[in-house]
């Protein structure tokens, strides 16, 4: 199929794109990587009468960046500059995890990480894990900036909090501090297919006990963030990680029965991953702490 037809507009400011959304609002898509947004206008799921190329705008960086205690991300950064980025690897090492996770590396060849986290799809990747890592994204308009904790960004399946005017120009990883430590787990039937559930983790050591976060995704309307009680040292000798995973499992996560899988087979995927998860990331904030 082919999409319904739009008017094309090739901005080359930030400024340009502010003006245009100001005065198209609803009736415009922008397009950046265009990995989500092109299959969706070919199945003609949506049908803008607009679409705003951010593809030609000028001085747009290529790769992450350094900034005020975040490795921040542009919107015309690929999703593979990430992948390969030092920079990414040495202090948002989370985010470098999951890139491996995320589709194919076509796709991350063209597809943006801002684009992804517009897109606000709670089985993807990286939504999940900006949450459970508290980043936040800027978004802009004509009239100004805001910045969006990432616990506010995502509203519901491809929905965001952006109003009609608005677009996202950034995206804000926290750096990792020198006694946490991350893990990402994730099932699927083949290599870049979307999850049946995954989950990210980030923990951190304070004395003698550890408290760790998880971020699932695919198992609700948004990714789903939630905090483990302080586990001692003990509690990773014992099924204690698992009971406690479980009840998170049981009383917060919300699977669905599709044709891909049953509730009862993502629920337990979202046990066996969560504690895997929790013993992995709770292992490298305990070795952080040892070397800090």
Sequence with gaps: MKPAPFTYHRPETRGEVDALLAELGSEAKILAGGQSLIPILNMRLSSPAHLIDLNHLHDETAGPALDDGHVTVGPLVRQSSVERSELVTERV???????DFVAHPAIRNRGTVVGSIAHADPAAELPAVLAVLRGEVVARSATGRRTIPAGECFRGPLENSLEDTEWLEEVRWPVAAADQG?????FARRSGDYALCGVAARAE??????TVALGYLGMGDVPVCTEL????????ETDEVEDAVARVVEGQLDPVDDIHATVAFRTHLARRLGATAVRRAAAKADTAGQDS
């Design 229 to 236: 009680p302080p586990l001692g040292a003990s509690a990773f």
């Design 93 to 99: 090492p989370l985010l470098a995890e999951t890139m």
């Design 182 to 186: 991350f893990a990402f787990e994730e």
């Design 205 to 210: 050591r304070a004395g003698d006990t550890t």
